[in-house]
């Protein structure tokens, strides 16, 4: 029989996950039924009807992926309509960020990978990612199965299912698939699933093209070649460091041929695997962080270091910076939004949330005062960045101070081989 003491602990499980599902469901609710609609989605159906009309739609920096799922991706528009589409595609994500924890972390319980994906929902660039309808957490999805696909053994089979995810992730966002570009070839060596990715690729893009009378890649590749300030490069520089410093000094074709310099080393990085000492884990989450040194970046670009940071804590890894940076990652970034008090509450209470919840389950074993200064921390970074008037400088300081704040920890713990390790 299970004593007193044991029949409280399963209670208290069950009321903490059955409060922190109510609390994600009524985040999910919020995103699929008060924001409703395809917001960046919405470029597939924009440029179907510009190609519909006889226009490039790369013409103007409107569109920047892979033309080839602009047909499939308005079908699917159709067939959902505007009211069950947009949820149904977050959905998708978060089923891309679940795979991506389960390959990341196979043998973690059910209880600590639903408590990692809760708190990510109130992270700022999970919450970006739903409120704009984005793909990067299918795209994360994609290519972290083909990570997996290709540490198999080589098979005709696994290289045509690899091709065909690099093949996806590739027409959704290009600069997001171009460093496992680098890794397949140097590190892997499956040269196969390249030719076959570029055979589909040219083969699909050629059709299209013919069909349409219209060479459409060619200003989408003249816009990636060019660092101008027309250029699509730089369109989004408002969220990195090289868009703070554009923003304060200048001079944003040097600062974008920088970012050039900084993204094409960590290239060389994933390209020397061979020689370095990165386990699994490690080499997959660097070639996923790997565009975030672009100059063109999002919030919701930075949803692999909000997964990894969680991760950590919820595996008991005690850590200064990883707590620092949850609460960047928790501070309300639209602070002229008069949702702003009720993220700073939310965020409050699902930070307690998982506290509780990893001591529960036993990952934690510091004692709850030793949390006072990151939840004080939530509400001075609140409060900093709502005094902040420029929107564009406060978002970049705080990407900006992520990203430098992970990489400065993982380069740290490489003696400590958490980040590497499997």
């Not at 990510?120 to 999970?126: D, E, I, N, R, W």
């Amino acid at each position: 029989m299970k004593s007193k003491s044991q029949f409280k602990s399963n209670y208290r499980n069950r009321f903490v996950v059955l409060l922190l599902v109510a609390i994600s469901l009524f985040q999910l609710g919020y995103f699929v039924f008060v924001r409703s609609g395809y917001h960046d989605f919405a470029t597939f159906l924009i440029a179907k009807d510009l190609i519909a009309d006889g226009q490039n739609p790369y013409e103007g920096n409107i569109f920047r992926n892979g033309f080839s799922l602009i047909y499939p991706l308005w079908i699917y528009a159709q067939f959902f309509g505007t009211f069950l589409g947009p949820g149904l595609w977050n959905l998708l994500n978060i089923a891309g960020l679940a795979t991506f924890l389960h390959l990341l972390k196979p043998n973690m319980s059910w209880f600590t990978r639903g408590l990692i994906l809760v708190i990510l929902l109130f992270t700022s660039p999970a919450r970006s990612m739903f409120a704009n309808v984005q793909h990067t957490g299918i795209i994360i999805g994609l290519l972290s199965i083909l990570y997996f696909l290709v540490s198999k053994p080589q098979s005709l089979k696994i290289d045509l299912l690899s091709a065909g995810l690099l093949f996806l992730a590739f027409e959704l966002k290009p600069q997001t698939a171009i460093p496992m570009f680098f890794f397949l070839f140097f590190y892997r060596t499956r040269f196969r699933i390249l030719a076959f990715w570029f055979a589909a690729t040219a083969f699909v893009h050629l059709v299209m093209s013919l069909y349409f009378q219209k060479p459409l890649d060619v200003r989408w590749l003249n816009s990636l070649a060019s660092i101008s300030e027309n250029s699509i490069v730089i369109s989004a520089g408002d969220n990195s460091f090289w868009g703070i410093a554009s923003y304060l000094f200048g001079f944003s074709s040097i600062w974008s041929a920088l970012s050039y310099f900084v993204y094409a080393t960590v290239l060389v990085v994933i390209s020397s695997f061979r020689y370095l000492r990165v386990g699994a884990r490690g080499q997959l989450i660097t070639v996923l962080i790997a565009p975030l040194f672009l100059s063109y970046v999002h919030p919701y670009d930075f949803i692999v270091i909000a997964l990894c940071v969680v991760l950590y804590i919820a595996e008991g890894v005690e850590s200064p910076i990883l707590k620092i940076c949850l609460t960047l990652l928790l501070v309300p970034t639209v602070t002229a939004s008069r949702n702003f008090p009720m993220y700073l509450i939310a965020s409050l209470l699902i930070y307690a949330g998982f506290v509780v919840g990893l001591r529960i389950y036993g990952a934690s074993r510091q004692s709850l005062k030793s949390e006072t200064w990151p939840i004080l921390g939530v509400v001075g970074y609140s409060m900093i960045f709502y005094i902040i008037g420029s929107e564009q400088l406060r978002v970049g300081i705080l990407y900006a101070a992520l990203l430098f704040l992970f990489i400065g920890w993982v380069l740290k713990d490489f003696r400590n081989r958490i980040f590497t390790s499997l």
